[in-house]
């Protein structure tokens, strides 16, 4: 009787090893199986622009490479060249250059495999866009901008597209704003504004209208033209038209020479705001991570369970691990998700608190602006400052610019007292015009002497930088 139940004994341990072994082998073949589906490129992209409309940058532009390897091996051609499109869009803030690259690339990819005209004529308005942008920051021809832009209105010009007519027109009138041609740009805006254009483009076609009524100082139609601007909840463009009624305020009341100082206010704000949103992007992708995470131990839960219900020896020591290790799991996410709210929230202390310095300073500038409305005046007559005006002004920048001229100084003591004040009305964004009229000196005379500064004081010879970027650094 022992023996037998020995015998038992020892052929329950062996059933229950063979079941355990049972469930390891079929939860790696099942993790196996769902490893091996194809993933579509569709889906990718689809994957790609949930992450980038939740502000995920990287992660959105990671899946958008992804979905154009997926697209090319499937040949999906009109995922791959909308692929394309997707990550200029997400990348033409921070490098213009490799927009229009890409832009070029999703091109080809339509005009090999052509589908709808509608889109031919939105990828001939992007790269149009992104050529203008490159143009614009290296100061180069806008001839590439325009050709691409000029085909586009004719396709949807040829096709009825009143909605991609007002697209076109936009981006034409801001490529003639570029060039300081406001007249032309007011010509195209208007144009524009006269088709049923849709919502989204409503915006955008206001925002260069007023922008041309701003630099020809035609406040009245500025204000209009701003104030027509249904921004939403579009925290950037709300920015943007506050900015510039601000500014006409300022134009009013006689106030432009603390625009500049506005100005370098303004750009501090938005700095902190893409910090936001910079911060943002990586608590979406921890939770991104966290939920992928809790999404696959779902699915071994899930093996788990019908495992269990094979061998129910087995099927307790697996669930028994498995609860504890969900549990660890759990009180780990818990722990983690703890810090990532207080991190949240030590950041957000932090941006009020730059937000606070930031009114400082912008109360600071405009309580200082007597010394400054010499260097605004405009006119080809000629301008002087006393040496106590030009302290005044130094002195304000030194505080709302980190002692840059200080530190200057500091750097460079041989540097001549006219070498600085160049530097102090060319950190300001006074114009050459301006400048001249202080030194007596013509435009080019102006332009040469700010060349000879860079080369012999700061020894950079690298004709793209300029001597305002050196200043900023």
């Not at 992209?45 to 899946?63: F, I, K, P």
């Not at 992928?292 to 669930?319: C, D, G, H, P, W």
């Amino acid at each position: 009787m022992r023996t037998r139940a020995l015998h038992i004994y020892k052929w329950s341990i062996v059933y229950c090893l063979l079941s355990i072994v049972y469930c390891l082998l079929f939860t790696v073949y099942s993790c196996k199986q769902q490893d091996q589906h194809p993933q579509t490129a569709k889906a990718c992209l689809e994957a790609a622009e949930a992450a980038l409309a939740g502000d995920s940058v990287r992660q959105g532009e990671t899946l958008l490479r992804k979905t154009i390897r997926l697209a090319e091996e499937t040949e999906d051609w009109h995922t791959h060249y909308i692929a394309h499109q997707r990550l200029a869009l997400s990348l033409s803030q921070s490098n213009p250059e490799e927009a229009l690259r890409l832009m070029k690339l999703a091109l080809t990819s339509y005009e090999q495999h052509p589908d709808d005209e509608r889109n031919h004529c939105l990828l001939l308005d992007f790269a149009g866009t992104y050529a203008s942008q490159v143009a614009f920051t290296t100061e180069g021809s806008f001839d590439e901008a325009l050709e691409y832009i000029n085909k586009a209105y004719d396709i949807a010009k040829n096709n009825q597209m009143e909605d991609m007519m007002c697209q076109t027109l936009t981006s034409l009138a801001n490529i003639a704003w570029a060039k300081e041609d406001y007249r032309q740009a007011l010509d195209y805006a208007h144009q524009a504004t006269e088709l049923p254009g849709t919502e989204d483009l409503q915006p955008g076609t206001l925002q260069v209208l007023a922008r041309s009524y701003l630099d020809l100082n035609m406040l009245d139609s500025a204000e209009t033209a701003y104030r027509q601007i249904q921004h939403g909840d579009d925290v950037h463009l709300a920015y943007i038209v506050q900015s510039n009624l601000a500014k006409i305020a300022l134009r009013r009341m006689g106030a432009t020479q603390v625009e500049d100082s506005v100005d370098e206010a303004f750009e501090q704000i938005e700095g902190f705001y893409y910090k936001a949103l910079e911060q943002k992007d990586q608590y979406y992708q921890e939770s991104l991570r966290q939920e992928l995470e809790n999404q696959q131990l779902e699915y071994r839960s899930k093996m788990y369970a019908r495992t269990l219900l094979i061998v129910i020896i087995a099927a307790v020591i697996v669930f028994l691990t498995l609860v504890l290790a969900v549990r660890y799991r759990i009180r780990a996410q818990r722990q983690e998700k703890r810090q990532l709210l207080q991190e949240a929230e030590h950041q957000k202390a932090l941006l009020h608190q730059s937000n606070e310095v930031v009114a400082f300073l912008q109360n600071f500038i405009l309580e200082r602006t007597e010394a400054m409305q010499k260097l605004n005046q405009g006119g080809d007559s000629l301008i002087y400052l006393s040496p106590q005006e030009w302290g005044e002004v130094e002195r304000t920048l030194n505080a709302i610019d980190n002692n840059r001229f200080a530190q200057l100084r500091e750097q460079y003591p041989n540097m001549q007292e006219d070498d600085i004040r160049l530097c102090i009305l060319t950190r300001l964004g006074i114009s050459n015009r301006t400048i001249g009229n202080i030194y007596c000196i013509t435009i080019s005379a102006v332009q040469h002497r700010k060349l000879k500064l860079k080369k012999d004081v700061f020894g950079e010879t690298n004709p793209d930088i300029t001597l305002e970027e050196i200043l900023k650094k």
